[in-house]
């Protein structure tokens, strides 16, 4: 059974396409079918993982969330950089940004399950289904807190970061109660951790006395290596160099455990 998993913060800059990129380079080198959702219109993933970067004009996933298109989910998917790995892109354009407020503005009933309806046409393909989310709370991150079993929470050790996961939380809440009653909280990855600095200790304190949440153990550290190796559209494992094999295994036992709880917060 193919389990989809929303990877999300409201903030920018907190490493959600980093994460969802390497969690999905984890999946594959574990044998998971994997496809990797670009709902984000910056359409970062979708560079850094496309086997063959796609062009202005090609289709993506805008195309398969419009009613303005007869396009489908299985008709834009594409390759990605590794065996095993497919993409739902973002191309180079604004169509993202346009169908986000089309979902807005439409006045047809259910516009919030488009991509829940969308992924259960091709759902027993894949082992996973991570849905790299935009930095906002919109309809775009509704349609995929409405698809996901589970949602990952990426954030920093960072005042502003844990302050902002409030809304993040309400959201989540709302989504639970009124479309997606079993949608769970199945950790929260902290990114970019600087353990040397005061401000990341305490931060990261308040973040562990968050009631009924799962705070993913040890944090990410602040790497160059994560984003040289993202830029490069290649696995931490396959760079080469300890710490960059060393934060591969780091991702994949974080993708482990959220994968395999089955429990998760309700929060």
Not at 169 to 182: D, E, F, G, Q, S
Request: charged share 20%; glycine share 8%.
């Amino acid at each position: 059974m193919s389990l989809t998993l929303a990877i999300s913060n409201q903030k920018g800059g907190v490493g959600k396409t980093t994460t969802a990129v390497n969690f999905a380079r984890a999946a594959v080198t574990e044998g998971r079918r994997t496809l990797l959702v670009d709902l984000d219109p910056q359409g970062n993933a979708t560079m850094s993982a496309t086997k063959e970067a796609p062009g202005p004009d090609d289709v993506g996933i805008a195309d398969a969330l419009s009613d303005r298109t007869e396009e489908t989910l299985d008709s834009v998917i594409v390759p990605g950089v590794w065996e095993g790995l497919d993409i739902a892109p973002t191309p180079p354009n604004e169509a993202l940004t346009g169908v986000r407020n089309e979902l807005i503005t439409s006045q047809t009933p259910g516009t919030e399950h488009r991509l829940a309806e969308q992924l259960s046409g091709i759902a027993d393909r894949y082992d996973l289904i991570i849905i790299d989310c935009p930095p906002s709370l919109d309809h775009l991150t509704l349609n995929a807190l409405v698809a996901a079993q589970r949602v990952a929470i990426v954030t920093q050790a960072k005042v502003y970061s844990v302050a902002g996961l409030g809304r993040l939380l309400n959201t989540i809440a709302v989504v639970r109660k009124y479309y997606n009653p079993t949608l769970t909280v199945a950790g929260v990855i902290v990114n970019q951790y600087e353990p040397r600095t005061i401000g990341a200790q305490s931060a990261l304190e308040d973040l562990e006395h968050i009631e009924g949440l799962t705070i993913l153990d040890p944090p990410i550290p602040k790497r160059a290596v994560i984003a040289d190796a993202l830029e490069a559209a290649t696995g931490l494992d396959q760079w080469g160099g300890r710490d960059a094999t060393d934060l591969a295994a780091l991702y994949r036992q974080h993708l482990d455990t959220i994968t395999n709880n089955t429990k998760g917060s309700t929060k």
